[in-house]
């Protein structure tokens, strides 16, 4: 039977029924030797009646296996029948959500620990300085400027995205300001989609000028050195708007915009109808003496083409699409490319333009060249040891001037700036940290503190600590595990365990008020540092993909039992969290181990393995995935594929799967047929839900509110599906 026991609040019985009935249900699970844990979770079960959801008789045959793909009819998200089974499985859901006694108070806490004003680290542009800042539970930040950084300085609001919609959806994606700050290209996203619009302001006045750009998607405005256009990447126009969020996206093309004009009148700079499923960038040198394309067909693999203004074609600078290019600067004639050509740790080379010689300039070494910022007239290299961040400054040519000295262990984002610029900011963050704002001199390299958030929550009663552990091939691999001081490993605390692993992604320490709330809770907070990203260099993204790709769900298992054998947790109080391609993580390890955890909770998942590459831009995907329209590919994506590995009358993980009706990265559809199945498929006591967001997307631009609801349910269904309890925090 789908769906599992509630012995309350289902029907109305008289108290001195309901009490006979609760004693013969102790009494059998007393016979049947389970404990009390076990059996308070037992006398909790409800009833779910999940709404009935029609498999077809629609079936593909790849190289001669015979797939099923019964609900293929909700790929199309616009059809009234989808519809009406979103919203079906949505009142099941919330109808669930809504009788967890916990949810309000968890709520509640998290409204309180978001409520603290964050900001970013300014920049200077023209005769301003620019940053982000929100008092706390505005749904998007606001962009402040003032003249100087005197704490007595006044500021005033630039550009605030709250006014552009009621509910707080539209977001803003990027911006660009021209070299003398006189002109502010900005792009807006709607609901959480990927599709953008750019506008143009003066920032003299605050006037938005005539230009709109539309059709834009995975592009940044590039402007040119004397401010009267700039460069972006767009799409052509639909014939219509049907499948506007999950048709694929093809022939990329690199524009070319005159301020002032319409956008008929765009100048086509760049476009390649050979390889119409490739992706392409465009920009100027600073000097403004050269043009350069930034071509990939995936999500790594890069090809970088150049030629002076006014020449007619372009020529290959950087062949592709075996290795990654990255144009950091290019100033008189001399190009910096960041690359892990020959160097799996990545290096940076100098390219002479005029005579194509080339050069280190700063080597690869034993640890990961994470990237390059420029200001001034220095280089600041970032690294990666297990995952933290150490900066080293060098000049122009290569030579280290200083390692600079960091406040505290964790992540460090900034250093960017002008080349006229003589000082910089970063940012320090870590687990138990929020980002922490300092001001540094290139000359001295003396830092200073700028800004610090006052939190409502005191963060030295906690901790974070870095274990490894072997995987199932002997791989040596690192977590970061956080937790309140001097917990107690007993096996008994609730453990909430993410990772993502894939794409070159590094999970490197970050901080979130969500899981503050949840390690209040004596909750251990804990992010695996799998193979497919690129902590320990290219050689560990390769180990995670392809034909690869089980090495990463192999390190998630790995982890989870040994954050059981050290004693912080047990199989029934373990939570497995991802999103996206780690949706497609919780999705393969729910269905390889699902006696393994309590909760799975898999977010706008691939889930999809052999169908993915069809929608939107999925087809970027194929270089790390591969595709099922290849034999020995579809052979290995077929055996972890979750959608295709799910079994009938297994006792899957109680499992909230989340994702959004606006979602054009990953498809919605990889999260509906994923849960119609896991709901066919379940055997037992745990719920097996969905919960789809409307005027949401992939996660990008949320706003606060919609963050804080979607946080909330989650940790209520965990801490209700782990048996923990939530305690009121004075």
């Not at 709520?107 to 900001?119: H, K, M, N, S, V």
């Not at 160097?343 to 990237?371: F, K, M, Q, Y």
């Not at 000082?423 to 290139?442: A, C, K, L, M, S």
Request: net charge negative; hydrophobic share 35%; with cysteine.
């Amino acid at each position: 039977m789908q769906g599992y026991i509630y012995l309350e609040n289902k029907y109305p019985m008289k108290k001195s029924t309901k009490l006979t009935l609760m004693a013969a249900v102790i009494v059998v699970c007393y016979l049947a030797g389970f404990g009390v844990g076990k059996m308070v979770k037992i006398m909790k079960q409800r009833y779910i009646e999940y709404p009935q959801t029609e498999r077809e008789a629609v079936v593909d045959d790849y190289f001669g296996v015979a797939v099923a793909d019964p609900y293929r009819w909700l790929e199309d998200d616009k059809s009234e029948r989808t519809a009406e089974w979103v919203k079906a499985q949505n009142e099941v859901t919330f109808g669930y959500l809504g009788t967890l006694s916990q949810r309000k108070a968890i709520r509640e806490r998290l409204g309180e620990l978001y409520d603290y004003p964050t900001e970013s680290a300014p920049a200077k542009r023209g005769e301003w300085y620019y940053l982000f800042r929100n008092s706390g539970l505005q749904n998007q930040s606001v962009l402040y400027r003032k003249r100087s950084l005197d704490a007595s300085e006044e500021e005033e609001v630039f550009l605030d995205p709250n006014t552009l919609s009621e509910d707080g959806t539209v977001a803003l994606h990027s911006g660009s300001f021209t070299k003398d700050g006189s002109l502010y290209a900005y792009s807006l996203a709607s609901a959480g989609s990927d599709w953008v619009e750019i506008r143009v302001m003066d920032t003299r006045t605050k006037e938005l000028l005539s230009d709109h750009i539309r059709w834009v998607k995975f592009s940044g405005v590039d402007w040119t050195r004397d401010g009267k256009g700039f460069y972006y990447s767009a799409y052509d126009a639909p014939q219509s708007e049907e499948g506007l969020f999950s048709a694929r996206n093809t022939d990329q093309k690199v524009y070319y915009h005159r301020i002032g004009t319409p956008q008929s009148e765009d100048e086509l700079i760049y476009a390649d109808p050979a390889h119409p499923l490739h992706y392409h960038g465009g920009g100027e040198s600073e000097d403004g003496r050269w043009l350069f394309i930034s071509s990939s067909s995936g999500t790594s693999g890069t090809q970088l083409l150049y030629k002076r203004k006014g020449e007619g074609r372009f020529r290959t600078l950087c062949k592709g699409f075996e290795n990654d290019y990255y144009l950091l600067d290019c100033y008189n004639d001399r190009a910096l490319v960041l690359t892990n050509a020959s160097a799996p740790n990545c290096r940076l080379v100098e390219i002479n333009l005029s005579t194509g010689s080339r050069r280190d300039i700063i080597p690869e070494s034993e640890h990961v060249l994470e990237g390059v910022s420029t200001a001034g007239d220095a280089l600041f290299a970032h690294y990666l040891i297990d995952a933290q961040s150490k900066v080293v400054q060098y000049d122009r040519e290569g030579n280290i001037t200083r390692e600079v000295a960091l406040p505290a262990i964790g992540s460090v984002d900034g250093f960017d700036g002008e080349r006229e610029d003589t000082e910089v900011f970063f940012v320090v963050t870590n687990y138990t940290t929020p980002g922490t704002i300092y001001r540094y001199d290139i000359a001295s390299g003396t830092s200073t503190l700028y800004h610090a958030p006052q939190t409502k929550f005191d963060c030295s009663a906690y901790e974070t600590r870095q274990i490894f552990f072997e995987s199932k091939d002997g791989t040596r691999v690192p977590m970061f595990v956080s937790h309140r001081k001097g917990l107690t490993l007993d096996g008994q605390n609730p453990c909430y365990l993410y990772g993502y692993g894939g794409f070159q992604i590094n999970m490197t320490p970050s901080f979130s008020s969500t899981m503050m709330m949840f390690m209040e809770q004596g909750g251990v907070y804990v992010v695996v540092n799998l193979r497919g990203g690129s902590e320990y260099g290219e050689q560990w993204h390769k180990q995670g993909m392809l034909d690869k790709k089980q090495n990463v769900f192999d390190d998630f298992i790995a982890a989870a039992e040994h954050l059981i054998a050290e004693g912080y947790t047990c199989s029934e109080k373990l939570a497995i969290a991802g999103g996206s391609n780690g949706g497609l993580l919780v999705g393969a390890c729910m269905t390889q181990r699902p006696d393994l955890y309590a909760v799975a909770l898999p977010a706008v998942g691939v889930m999809d393995m052999l169908r993915f590459h069809l929608f939107t831009i999925g087809h970027g995907w194929v270089v790390e995935y591969g595709s099922s329209e290849e034999k020995e590919q579809f052979e290995y994506l077929y055996r972890y594929s979750p959608l295709h590995n799910l079994r009938e009358g297994v006792e899957y993980p109680a499992t909230l799967v989340t994702t959004a009706d606006h979602d054009d990265r990953v498809v919605p559809a990889h999260s509906f047929k994923f849960a119609a199945e896991l709901q066919h498929c379940h055997r037992g006591k745990n719920p097996v839900l969905i919960r789809i967001d409307t005027n949401a997307g992939h996660g990008a631009g949320k706003p606060t509110a919609k963050r804080l609801d979607e946080a909330a349910d989650i940790f209520a269904f965990l801490f209700e599906n782990t048996d923990t309890k939530y305690k009121r925090v004075k």
